[in-house]
């Protein structure tokens, strides 16, 4: 099966870029072009935000509201997605996820990771 794994700093200081990176094991993102490589977040008492996806061979999608400062990566030698925000704040700080959904219903994760924790904090 897929596995999911996020890492993340953990603490990130007001201004500075927000990154966190998802590791996938069991299966290629060079070679798997019909799945959207997610990101998802969940704030303190929040439900969950979708932020943005990585498909294909690289193309991107954000939620607009984080679209200025919001990009995804791919390191297809790691087999790895890297999310980065830039100036971050506070109201970034939340558990954030990697999911995959095929191309039928982007809506739709299979897998998921565990999440990792990330604070913005001075």
């Known amino acids: 099966q897929v596995l999911l794994q996020e890492s993340g700093p953990g603490l990130v200081r007001p201004s500075q870029t927000l990154s966190v990176t998802c590791t996938i094991s069991?299966?290629?993102?060079?070679?798997?072009?019909?799945?959207?490589w997610s990101w998802i977040r969940q704030a303190p008492g929040k439900g969950l935000e979708w932020i943005g996806w990585?498909?294909?061979?690289?193309?991107?999608d954000f939620t607009p509201f984080l679209k200025s400062r919001a990009s995804i990566s791919r390191d297809t030698a790691k087999n790895q997605f890297t999310l980065r925000l830039t100036s971050a704040a506070p109201e970034d700080t939340a558990v954030y996820y990697c999911?995959?959904?095929?191309?039928?219903?982007?809506?739709?994760?299979?897998?998921w990771g565990q999440g990792t924790q990330v604070t913005v904090s001075s």
């Open positions: 999911a995959r959904a095929h191309n039928t219903d982007f809506t739709a994760y299979e897998y």
């Open positions: 990585t498909m294909g061979r690289g193309a991107t």
């Open positions: 069991n299966d290629s993102i060079a070679s798997a072009v019909n799945y959207y």
